[in-house]
């Protein structure tokens, strides 16, 4: 079964910084791109950020600068680095994954469980 955990959440305050890990298992043969959502209280869940498997990344407008994504391919890991913090980057963030699986064969996306960040002002 193919997975995604989240690890490194947790309470910062405001202007602090938080590192979200992302760790993919189960029966991979490749992961093409990896990204962060996240899912503020009463909000629809929105894009954080994106990184390809060349390590091209992507990023909403309200996280450039503050956030940076990164990736660990020969670990199958997904980072994200947030500086900054501000009150309004609460939320629950999830990891995603579209993976190339094995038994059976098929690319697909995945999502982690979700992990908590609170930001305190």
Do not use: H
């Not at 940076?68 to 913090?85: C, F, P």
């Amino acid at each position: 079964q193919v997975q995604l955990v989240e690890s490194g959440g947790g309470l910062a305050q405001a202007g602090g910084s938080l590192r979200l890990s992302c760790a993919a298992s189960g029966p991979i043969l490749s992961i093409n791109a990896m990204g962060w959502y996240r899912q503020g209280p009463g909000k629809q869940r929105e894009l954080v950020a994106t990184i390809t498997s060349a390590g091209s990344t992507g990023y909403a407008d309200s996280m450039k600068g503050r956030f940076t994504i990164s990736r660990d391919n020969a670990k199958n890991t997904v980072s994200l680095q947030m500086n900054s913090l501000k009150s309004e980057d609460t939320a629950v963030y999830y990891c995603t994954a579209n993976i190339r699986r094995i038994f059976p064969t098929r690319t697909e996306d995945f999502w982690g469980q979700g992990i908590q960040v609170t930001v305190s002002s």
